[in-house]
């Protein structure tokens, strides 16, 4: 059983910085990509970042193309996502992910997922 939770989340002025963490369960963890995905109100969820089993690609929206950081601890079975430059319109419910693969694969979405942590910019 994958259980994945996320935290960090809050409320933060535009401009600011947050770092959300996802720990995970499970030996597998280090074989697997991962992945952050976002869903703000009234719009679908969306991909953000993504990294393959040992952290050696990233993958970035370009909406956070050079704001983002995504990375991963595997001795610690955690990721986290360093958010700068938070603007307004980054608001929303922060999921982290499982990839079913080693590597990033847009065309596959991850079948495992945590519950979420809500990010609020305000400006």
């Known amino acids: 059983q994958v259980q994945l939770v996320e935290s960090g989340g809050g409320l933060v002025q535009a401009g600011g910085p947050l770092r959300l963490s996802c720990a995970a369960s499970?030996?597998?963890?280090?074989?697997?990509?991962l992945g952050w995905f976002r869903r703000a109100p009234r719009k679908e969820r969306e991909f953000v970042a993504a990294?393959?089993?040992?952290?050696?690609?990233?993958y970035y929206a370009d909406s956070v193309k050079g704001r983002f950081t995504i990375s991963r601890n595997n001795a610690q079975n955690t990721m986290y996502l360093q958010m700068n430059s938070l603007k307004p319109e980054d608001t929303a419910v922060y999921y982290c992910?499982?990839?079913?693969?080693?590597?990033?694969?847009?065309?596959?979405?991850?079948?495992?997922w945590g519950q979420g942590t809500q990010v609020t910019v305000s400006s």
């Open positions: 992910a499982r990839y079913s693969t080693s590597v990033y694969s847009d065309s596959s979405p991850p079948p495992y």
């Open positions: 499970g030996r597998t963890f280090s074989l697997y990509a």
């Open positions: 990294t393959t089993w040992n952290g050696g690609s990233t």
